[in-house]
Nanobody, 115 residues
């Protein structure tokens, strides 16, 4: 059974940092495009950052220069390093794995930026 499990969420002060992790199982992880999405209350889900199987990265304009996505194929994990967090970054962050027509979602982890 394919599983994506996010971790690392929590409460963080504005200007702080946080690293999210997403651990994948039962997939050929190295082949998959891994993407972090987020959804804030009352808003549409949006792409935050993506990393391809060739380590190419894409970022939403709102997080460029503050967030960094990386992957460790040996561990079947993808990470989202978030720096200089703002209240607008408050959301449920979910990871997605996609390869051809196969797509999987994690359950999400809450990140709340507040003083």
């Amino acid at each position: 059974q394919v599983q994506l499990v996010e971790s690392g969420g929590g409460l963080v002060q504005p200007g702080g940092s946080r690293t999210l992790s997403c651990a994948a199982s039962q997939i050929r992880f190295a082949f998959y495009v891994m993407t972090w999405y987020r959804q804030a209350p009352g808003k549409e889900r949006e792409l935050v950052a993506k990393i391809t199987e060739r380590y190419e990265t894409v970022y939403a304009d709102s997080v460029k220069g503050r967030f960094s996505i990386s992957r460790d194929n040996a561990k079947n994990e993808v990470y989202l390093q978030m720096n200089n967090l703002k209240s607008d970054d408050t959301a449920v962050y979910s990871c997605n794995a996609r390869w051809v027509t196969n797509g999987y979602w994690g359950q999400g982890t809450q990140v709340t930026v507040s003083s």
